[in-house]
């Protein structure tokens, strides 16, 4: 059973940064496609950029680029995303996702970390 | 830059009917790399359809996909209470990016 588990809630100033984790167990890791995505609120799903973790390469949505980076700790099976210069906007929740066996979907989902932005 | 539309934004039925939601894409989606979400209130997106028509494990067949190049439906057979939801098409994009639908609220009548 396939699970990701995120770390809790973050409350950030505008202009600083976060660090989101994902930590995934009861399958493989290594060779998955992981990404997140975020969802404003009463807003749609937006993709932010992903990593295989065996090639340890990201890749990242152009909209985010320069401002997220998105690393992954083989070792613990751990991928985090962290997002920088925060604004309001950034307000979200925060998925991580694990792509299918052909990395063109997303077959399971993080519970999801609740950013909140603000001054 | 590949835009996927979804249609109608909402739709508003009662249990026991069916339901169709349409997404279409701006330019040709190459194999049929389109899938479907479903998201319920407070809780994450769980994949639905993949590969335009292929259900995913432990969906009931009353949850079926169609469609070809750029015009994608979800249709929903008979609708049950747990159903209303929001819906979102997503699509693989060439160099390793994905796209999301705006997504489709289905609600009760």
């Known amino acids: 059973q396939v699970q990701l588990v995120q770390s809790g809630a973050e409350v950030k100033k505008p202009g600083s940064s976060v660090k989101v984790s994902c930590r995934a167990s009861g399958g493989t890791f290594n060779t998955y496609v992981l990404s997140w995505v975020r969802q404003a609120p009463g807003q749609g799903l937006e993709w932010m950029g992903r990593?295989?973790?065996?090639?340890?390469?990201?890749n990242y949505a152009q909209k985010f680029q320069g401002r997220v980076t998105i690393s992954a700790d083989k070792s613990t099976s751990t991928v985090y995303m962290e997002l920088s210069s925060l604004r309001s906007e950034d307000s979200a929740m925060y998925y991580c996702?694990?792509?299918?066996?052909?990395?063109?979907?997303?077959?399971?989902w993080g519970q999801g970390t609740l950013l909140t932005v603000s001054s | 830059e590949l835009v996927l539309t979804q249609s109608p934004g909402t739709l508003s039925l009662s249990p026991g009917e069916r339901a169709t939601l349409s997404c279409r894409a701006s330019q040709s989606v190459g194999s049929n790399y389109l899938a479907w979400y479903q998201q319920k209130p407070g809780q994450a997106p769980s994949l639905l359809i993949y590969?335009?028509?292929n259900r995913a494990t432990g969906i009931p067949d009353r949850f079926s996909g169609s469609g070809s190049g750029t015009d994608f439906t979800l249709t929903i057979s008979r609708l049950e209470p747990e159903d209303f939801a929001v819906y979102y098409c997503q699509q693989y994009v060439s160099s390793s990016m994905y796209t999301f639908g705006q997504g489709t609220k289905l609600e009760i009548k």
């Open positions: 996702a694990r792509g299918t066996e052909d990395r063109l979907y997303f077959g399971h």
């Open positions: 990593i295989i973790p065996i090639l340890g390469i990201p």
């Open positions: 590969g335009a028509s």
